[in-house]
């Protein structure tokens, strides 16, 4: 009973519909959106479906027990139909069988001529030798006068096999590592603030960092169209014990920040507070040309009377660049918005009223960033699951087995050959290869004579 | 001259080629199957001439922010038509197979159409996700990947057409399709690159996703979809060594596996939101 279902566990028999299955379950979870809110599912199901999408686990797929009850399954046909080939996988590395398998067209070529006035013994000799210089080393199988010489090239490719499957074995542990060992969380940090635990993807516990973690500064930088950004850049210092360890250290997208194990992305940036904008103000003659720096809404006198309000400021308006929106009042009670435009105040020419000129002369924008911070200690293992796999199916795609087979069997007067080649692969290309292998060695053993 | 200019100009060449298979196919004379071949070479010399002047402006107009042209929906869908016909012409050379060009360069053309119609083949510079060694790895053994299965599943519908003459009464004493031995052959040749290309492709990814995102696997549309294809075809790897599955069930495999590639190319991009959203139009 046990070994029939552990046969049955190593079988292909239970490849094929795992395979299936888990392709099924990911497309059941790309379709269906993962892990909204209860809210959210009501506005896209109707309530008995979504109670029965539910029961199923279907919002939360990957996660789900027969998700990962698949891929368990999986590993253990992996490791079984491993375990199961192994003994014969040894066998097919170091021996060769004494004759060809059945003949069998789709894999196997046959050829036979006939050697005038040779003898077994001697054929063989010459034979072994040439095998040895186009295939490899033969062995010599004996029976009555008859002589086989056995050949085979390739054989360790069978081993790619195994190597493919250990990969991926490798890769399903490094990521039930990292699940189980690892954690993934946000730090959320405004410019010159440290912090000390991060937001966790999931839940709301807060994981604490083993350091302090500061943000010094943050920058975005956009390309001339003003819209696409060219560069988010973190500078980032790590405390520990009160004490800067690492200083103003720059984290961009593709370029992580690592540190005591855990690695630390750009992931996100905001606003920490309301820009503060620095206007230049020249009024008409009696009054002084002076500076004023406002927030968003915030409002300061003029020196000849009346007042000047920001109304909005956007770092990046069309390709235009910083362009803020103020709205002047003069004494009278009259209001007047115009924009402004730090990189190009020839426009703001355009606005001119009563001999009053604003210009726009630099702003403040305090940002945060959000780093992610990722402790994952099965990566090693995937790396080293990934390479083996490139490796093996490589290997396994290059090259292929290759056994020969050539039979001496002494007639009345001289000796009858028959050639077998077989192949794994390649029909066409292993037939021609042996063909030519067997003109060769007609000719080499007709001229020895 | 442009790139833009010189895909115009291999979509006149393909199309002249698809016009010499079809009389190929219906006419049955070697010589317009030849020619047939020759003119997708200079097609594909067109694609290729286009692709490295485009390479060659985005340096000129971004500095040294250019970058490979491998990078939007547009590029892409180029890219593709020029991978497919790479597949088939070094398939042919081996196998000399011409007929196989009626059923790709229809494929290679309409998606070269549908990128200089409907495309935007503005250069603009990278966003910062992009901006990293991985791009040119990753997405040319994906892209190759893809043309391998394309041309996987050509021969799969040929070995269903094929195999279908033969059940139908007499057997044609001449006929244009290679023998199914041949096609199963072909067919099994270009899956086993296709699933070679797509892993290396599925691994760079993780390894660049893992620098960029924080993680070698986050379940993302394009991820999973890619996963789903690689599912399939290693399926289908090794229900070739099952017994009772012959020719045919594997040749619809093939299909199946043809359209998940498209949908994890295309239909995750138009259709499904996620990290991969560079691709959108």
Redesign the interface.
């Known amino acids: 009973m046990t070994e029939r279902f552990l046969r049955f566990l190593a079988s292909?028999?239970l490849?094929?519909p795992l395979?299936?299955g888990?392709?099924l379950g990911?497309?059941a979870?790309?379709v269906i959106p993962?892990n909204l809110t209860p809210a959210e599912y009501e506005g896209l199901y109707p309530a008995a479906l979504t109670v029965v999408l539910k029961a199923l686990q279907l919002f939360d797929v990957?996660r789900s027990w027969w998700f990962i009850a698949l891929l368990g399954l999986l590993a253990a046909n992996l490791l079984f139909c491993s375990w199961q080939r192994l003994p014969a996988l040894g066998k097919s590395l170091r021996d060769i069988p004494a004759a060809p398998p059945p003949y069998d067209a789709?894999r196997q070529f046959i050829a036979t001529f006939f050697l005038p006035g040779g003898d077994s013994r001697g054929t063989a000799d010459a034979v072994a030798v040439f095998l040895k210089r186009r295939f490899s080393t033969p062995r010599r199988f004996l029976h009555g006068t008859n002589v086989t010489l056995a050949a085979q090239r390739g054989a360790w490719t069978s081993l790619a096999v195994f190597a493919i499957h250990g990969a991926i074995l490798l890769v399903l542990g490094g990521?039930m590592t990292g699940a189980f060992l690892g954690f993934?969380g946000y730090a959320v940090i405004p410019e010159g603030k440290t912090v000390l635990e991060l937001l966790p993807r999931r839940g709301d516990k807060p994981i604490p960092l083993p350091f302090g973690l500061r943000c010094d500064a943050f920058t975005v930088t956009f390309?001339e169209d003003g819209r696409?950004?060219?560069?988010?850049k973190s500078l980032v210092s790590i405390l520990e014990d009160g004490r800067v360890v690492r200083e103003r250290q720059a984290i961009?997208?593709?370029?992580?920040l690592s540190f005591g194990g855990i690695?630390l992305?750009q992931?996100d940036y905001g606003p920490a507070a309301p820009p503060r904008v620095t206007l230049r103000v020249h009024p008409p003659v009696p009054g002084v040309p002076f500076e004023t720096t406002l927030a968003p809404g915030e409002r300061a006198p003029m020196t000849h009377g009346g007042e000047v309000r920001l109304v909005r400021f956007v770092a990046n308006f069309r390709d235009l660049g910083p362009t803020a929106l103020v709205e002047v009042m003069t004494s009278g009670g009259a209001s007047y918005a115009l924009p402004v435009f730090q990189h190009r105040p020839d426009l703001d020419q355009a606005h001119h009223f009563k001999d009053l000129q604003i210009h726009l002369s630099s702003f403040q924008q305090p940002y945060y960033t959000v780093l992610?911070a990722?402790r994952?200690p099965g990566?090693p293992l995937?790396?080293s699951g990934?390479i083996l796999?490139?490796a093996g199916?490589?290997t396994a795609?290059l090259c292929s087995r290759r056994r020969l087979w050539i039979a001496l069997a002494p007639q009345k007067d001289g000796l009858a050959l028959t050639v077998t080649g077989e192949w794994r692969?390649?029909?066409?290309t292993a037939t021609a290869f042996f063909r030519r292998l067997t003109q060769e060695m007609k000719k080499e053993l007709g001229k020895e004579d | 001259m442009s790139g833009f200019f010189f895909f115009n100009v291999a979509a006149i060449f393909l199309f002249a080629a698809l016009l010499l298979f079809l009389l190929f196919a219906a006419a049955r004379k070697l010589f317009l199957g030849n020619w047939g071949r020759n003119l997708t070479l200079a097609g594909l010399l067109f694609l290729t001439l286009g692709f490295a002047l485009r390479w060659w402006e985005s340096y000129r107009l971004l500095g040294h922010e250019g970058h490979i042209p491998l990078t939007n929906f547009y590029e892409s869908l180029v890219f593709f038509s020029w991978t497919v016909l790479l597949a088939f012409l070094l398939i042919d050379w081996r196998?000399r197979l011409p007929i196989l060009g009626a059923v790709v360069t229809p494929v290679a053309l309409l998606f070269l159409l549908a990128a200089q119609l409907t495309g935007d083949a503005a250069i603009?510079?990278l966003?910062?996700?992009l901006?990293?060694n991985w791009l040119t790895f990753h997405v040319l053994t994906c892209f190759l990947g893809y043309a391998a299965f394309a041309v996987a599943c050509a021969t799969a519908v040929l070995y269903l057409i094929r195999t279908k003459e033969k059940t139908g009464g007499q057997p044609p004493t001449k006929t244009l399709l290679p023998e199914p031995?041949?096609l199963e052959?072909v067919h099994?040749?270009a899956v086993?690159?296709g699933?070679?290309l797509l892993?290396?492709g599925i691994?760079t990814g993780?390894?660049w996703a893992?620098?960029?995102?924080?993680?070698?696997?986050s379940?993302d549309?394009k991820e999973?979809?890619s996963?789903?294809v690689w599912?399939?075809y290693?399926?289908l790897l090794?229900?070739r060594?099952?017994r009772g599955w012959g020719g045919k069930p594997l040749a619809w495999l093939s299909l199946l596996g043809f359209a998940a590639t498209l949908f994890c190319w295309l239909g995750?991009n138009l259709l499904?939101p996620g990290l991969h959203s560079y691709g959108a139009l």
């Open positions: 292909l028999r490849t094929l395979l299936f888990l392709a990911a497309v979870g790309t993962q990957y789709r990521g993934q390309h696409r950004p060219r560069e988010f961009t997208v593709n370029n992580p690695r992305y992931s992610l990722s994952d990566v995937v790396w990934f796999l490139a199916l490589t795609f692969r390649n029909p066409a | 196998f603009h510079p966003v910062p996700a901006k990293s031995e041949l052959e099994y040749q086993l690159v699933f070679l892993t290396l691994l993780s390894a893992h620098r960029a995102w924080g993680s070698y696997w379940w549309p999973t979809w996963l789903i599912l399939i290693a399926a090794h229900a060594m099952v995750v499904l």
